[in-house]
């Protein structure tokens, strides 16, 4: 199951904490993509979305 959390710079940690609190799983965090301009806000305020903490992996390939 796809679990999710869209966090601003300001609310990440508490993004972490509620994720960990939640679903007592160890979280990812990954930058939000901006490729397609959709409006993402944070979970916790109105502020855009900077980081998603997930259990997913990101599909971005290193080296």
Request: hydrophobic content about 30%; overall charge negative.
């Amino acid at each position: 199951m796809k679990k999710t959390i869209l966090s601003c710079d300001e609310h990440v940690e508490w993004a972490l904490d509620d994720f960990v609190d939640k679903y007592s799983e160890t979280p990812l965090l990954n930058k939000v993509e901006k490729t397609h301009n959709i409006s993402t806000t944070c979970e916790y305020c109105q502020n855009d979305a900077i980081y998603i903490v997930s259990n997913i992996d990101s599909p971005t390939k290193c080296g």
